[in-house]
């Protein structure tokens, strides 16, 4: 299979986890283009007999880190909404008790934010996340503990952070 197929093969994933992280789904794609660019570019850097799933995803990752990086120097806010219409809240308890899930998870740290999509859209092996994520399998598995515990107890709450009641059917 030619290294070119390989990455189109590859295209679906690196845009689901970029959508994940990024939370604007226009900067999600340019997040793709840009990792999809570098790829072709630095092409003699891949090892051929290796699978190029992890080379990309680690390369989307440190793409992700470098943008937000910039981002804070140039004292940029990126907001998914900016200039768009607020819907109104839905009054469906399932459509709240996801929104309720995706609030707590964008509270939660970076590094762990990032471990957890990785493992929860890819479903990689720890090995190959921790290779994506440029970490220790140890350190992996410590930040994916740390982010569900984050979760639960974020979830568990009665209240909310505004002091509204919580939705109990989310676990």
Same mark, same amino acid.
């Given at each position: 299979?030619?290294?070119?197929?390989?990455? $189109?093969?590859?295209? +679906?994933?690196?845009? *689901?986890?970029?959508?994940?992280?990024?939370?604007? +789904? @226009?900067?999600?794609?340019?997040?793709?283009?840009? $990792?999809?660019?570098?790829?072709?570019?630095?092409?003699?850097?891949? !090892?051929? @007999?290796?699978?190029?799933?992890?080379?990309?995803?680690? !390369?989307?990752?440190?793409?992700?880190?470098?943008?937000?990086?910039?981002?804070?120097?140039? *004292?940029? &806010?990126? &907001?998914?909404?900016? @200039?768009?219409?607020? +819907?109104?809240?839905?009054?469906?308890? +399932?459509?709240?008790? $996801?929104?309720?899930?995706?609030?707590? !998870? *964008?509270?939660?740290?970076?590094?762990?934010?990032?471990?957890?999509?990785? !493992?929860?859209?890819?479903?990689?092996?720890?090995?190959?996340?921790?290779?994506?994520? @440029?970490?220790?399998?140890?350190?992996?598995?410590?930040?994916?503990?740390?982010?569900?515990?984050?979760?639960?107890?974020?979830?568990?709450?009665? &209240?909310?952070?505004?002091?509204?009641?919580?939705?109990?059917?989310?676990?």
């Amino acid at each position: 299979m030619s290294f070119e197929r390989r990455i $189109c093969d590859q295209i +679906p994933h690196l845009q *689901r986890y970029a959508r994940a992280l990024c939370d604007n +789904p @226009g900067q999600a794609e340019d997040l793709v283009q840009d $990792c999809l660019e570098r790829a072709l570019r630095k092409r003699h850097l891949w !090892m051929p @007999g290796r699978s190029v799933r992890p080379w990309l995803f680690r !390369m989307l990752y440190r793409l992700y880190l470098n943008d937000r990086a910039s981002a804070r120097r140039r *004292r940029e &806010t990126l &907001t998914p909404d900016a @200039g768009l219409e607020r +819907p109104q809240e839905a009054r469906q308890e +399932p459509f709240l008790a $996801c929104h309720e899930a995706m609030e707590a !998870m *964008r509270a939660l740290p970076r590094e762990q934010r990032a471990a957890l999509l990785l !493992m929860v859209l890819e479903s990689p092996g720890y090995a190959e996340a921790a290779r994506i994520l @440029g970490i220790k399998v140890g350190t992996l598995r410590s930040r994916l503990s740390r982010a569900r515990e984050t979760l639960r107890q974020a979830l568990d709450s009665p &209240t909310r952070d505004d002091g509204r009641p919580r939705l109990r059917s989310v676990k």
